[in-house]
């Protein structure tokens, strides 16, 4: 439209042998296709004073046979308003010969999955003889799907009757694909923080719920009693469990990442997956021996892969046969569009020859809380862990499935680099969960920013004979220990993230200052930065939130015990790391 054109008015062309209605961004669908900008000028109808298809001797003709945007014309006069024109973009997009496509109406293209709603506004289009933009799901000769970005107009003559239809086509398959990727990456990122936020807060809950009720437990005779308090137990337990998925799927697990032999760390657990997957099922493992060592928890390892085995017994309930595979793969050029570095992975595979997934269930298996089973089989939470664990340990987690033939899901691990393999962790010292009634009474500073966390752990501990200080901050707490007599501290058991300047790790390095041969023991929900500096900072010594009564009391005792083994060696930096 130049200055002086009112909108919707023609354009005259060649003095009078063409006109036509431009488009004035009327025509433009997606993210403005194809020309990535509004498209004004271009007309939307035409009017012609020459009509056939015969004139090819032009420059005019030679621009459509020799532009790489696909385009058609349609006779609606003939039956089925076949394809009577079609220029060589379009056989090269859609890899159809010129003789195959001319007298066919362009509905050949579509296929399965195509829109029927799209197709319908194609339909209304062409009966009205309208203009219309629109993107649809086509297949190529070889059948191949790609997404058409299609715009179909009328040609009519100076009477205004209709003579043919014009069409362009455009592949705009990449482009759907990677907004569709980055959308699922928004949804993805947002359902995790939100996830991470509530599991989190769930942990300390169900720390004192649980705790309690353990107390609690010890403390009641009365048989009945027992009875609820069990049953409140189990529930609270299947809690914590449910939340350990969710903190998974949120990449926020506190992993405990080493070397792993794959092969090795499956076979130990083959017997619990036999025992899961049940008698109708077969399962057939191939591991190959002496692979390079992965780095991931062998724990979480186990989780995921058992959640994935039980999807596959779920999806042959007749039975059949599932299969594991480990192996090793190089990732090189494609490394980056799947989000890995480039390198080598230790494959570890699960197929099925079951049900298998429609591509919309592919699309949303990880998302958490996204099952097709009935309710109360399915929590949706399987796949959505050990994808969320499977990215936490930089590997992926790949689905591919087909309806009626079965469904591999494979997760990559990165390969254990040479330094990553030489310290291995001198194992931990015997279990001895009571104080040592030899030694004087040993003093333990709690600090924790939650106060009912900190009244249980105060209570368990106290229980068992230890003297317990609290603190509800890092700075409570570094001042009280500044007020303590030297020495009299023998371990500090902190939570690890905690509001205000000093979280856990900088109380310990504080303290450290004063007191280099102190214990340290951190505690905590889940912890990014440990994840994150992966291996190397596992040296801290972290127990997991939530925790059992057992759990922290064996591992006071070993932080304890460690108190004299690290006073010769650490130095004031190096606090926590008594596993070197
Ligand atoms: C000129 C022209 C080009 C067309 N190009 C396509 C196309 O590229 N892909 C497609 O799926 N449908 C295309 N169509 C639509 C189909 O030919 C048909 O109109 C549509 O399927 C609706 O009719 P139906 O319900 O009878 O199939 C085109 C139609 C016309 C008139
Ligand atoms: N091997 C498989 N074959 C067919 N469909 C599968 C398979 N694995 C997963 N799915 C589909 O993906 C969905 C999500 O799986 P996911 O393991 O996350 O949850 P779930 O099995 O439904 O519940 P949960 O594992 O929490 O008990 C399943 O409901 C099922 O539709
Ligand atoms: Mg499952």
Redesign the pocket.
């Known amino acids: 439209m130049n200055d002086k054109q009112k909108p919707g008015e023609r354009v005259i062309e060649g003095n009078g042998q063409s006109s036509g209605i431009p488009a004035e961004g009327a025509m433009d669908v997606g993210a403005r296709e194809p020309i990535e900008t509004r498209g004004l000028h271009h007309w939307r109808e035409a009017t012609i004073t020459e009509p056939g298809l015969d004139d090819r001797g032009n420059v005019f003709f030679a621009a459509i046979e020799m532009t790489r945007m696909p385009m058609i014309l349609t006779d609606p006069h003939q039956t089925d308003n076949p394809i009577v024109f079609a220029n060589k973009a379009f056989l090269d997009l859609t890899l159809y010969e010129e003789a195959e496509v001319l007298g066919r109406n362009c509905r050949f293209l579509q296929g399965p999955q195509t829109d029927r709603e799209m197709v319908g506004q194609m339909r209304d289009a062409v009966s009205e003889n309208e203009s219309v933009a629109l993107e649809v799901l086509n297949y190529r000769r070889d059948g191949s799907p790609f997404w058409n970005a299609v715009f179909i107009g009328p040609v009519h003559d100076t009477s205004g009757k209709l003579l043919y239809f014009f069409a362009s086509q455009l592949d705009v398959t990449r482009r759907r694909e990677s907004e569709k990727a980055s959308l699922q990456a928004q949804k993805m990122e947002a359902v995790g923080q939100l996830t991470a936020g509530l599991a989190h807060d769930f942990n300390n809950l169900l720390q004192v719920v649980n705790g309690n009720l353990e107390l609690a437990t010890a403390r009641v005779e009365d048989e009945r009693t027992l009875r609820y308090l069990q049953s409140a137990r189990g529930a609270a337990e299947r809690g914590a469990k449910l939340t350990g998925q969710l903190l998974a799927f949120a990449r926020k697990s506190r992993l405990d990442p080493r070397p792993v032999d794959v092969s090795a760390c499956v076979n130990g657990f083959a017997d619990v997956m036999e025992s899961a997957i049940g008698k109708q099922v077969e399962l057939q493992l191939s591991l190959r021996r002496n692979l390079p060592k992965a780095v991931l928890d062998p724990e979480q390892f186990e989780m995921a892969v058992l959640?994935i085995a039980?999807?596959?017994r779920?999806?042959m309930p007749e039975g059949g046969m599932v299969e594991l595979v480990t192996g090793k793969v190089r990732v090189i050029d494609d490394a980056a569009s799947q989000g890995l570095t480039p390198g080598e992975y230790i494959s570890v595979e699960i197929r099925?020859e079951?049900?298998?997934?429609p591509p919309h269930?592919i699309d949303r298996?990880t998302e958490p809380f996204?099952?097709?089973?009935t309710t109360g089989k399915?929590?949706?939470?399987?796949?959505?862990m050990a994808s969320g664990f499977v990215q936490q340990s930089r590997g992926r987690l790949v689905i591919e499935?087909e309806v009626g033939r079965g469904?591999t899901i494979r997760m990559l691990f990165p390969v254990a680099t040479s330094d990553q393999i030489e310290p291995q962790a001198p194992p931990r010292t015997t279990m001895l969960a009571k104080p040592d009634h030899q030694a004087p009474v040993e003093h333990i500073l709690v600090v924790e920013d939650s106060p009912d966390v900190l009244a249980l752990s105060k209570e368990i501990l106290e229980e068992i004979g230890y003297k317990v200080s609290t603190a509800e901050s890092g700075e409570e707490a570094l001042i009280l220990f500044k007020s303590l007599e030297p020495g009299s501290v023998d371990l500090l058991f902190t939570d690890l993230v905690m509001p205000g300047g000093i979280n856990g790790i900088v109380l310990a390095q504080e303290v450290a200052k004063l007191d280099p041969s102190l214990s340290v023991l951190m505690t905590t929900g889940y912890n990014e930065e440990l994840v994150i500096e992966g291996p190397q900072a596992s040296g801290l010594d972290v127990l997991g939130k939530p925790y059992r009564r057992s759990d922290l009391l064996d591992r006071i005792r070993q932080a304890l015990n460690q108190r004299g083994v690290t006073e010769q060696r650490r130095h004031p930096s190096d606090y926590g790391s008594a596993e070197e």
Do not use: C, Q, R, Y
Not at 354 to 357: D, R, V
Not at 370 to 373: G, R, V
């Open positions: 959640n039980i999807n596959a779920d999806a099925d079951g049900e298998g997934m269930v298996a996204f099952t097709t089973k399915g929590t949706g939470l399987g796949l959505a499935s469904t």
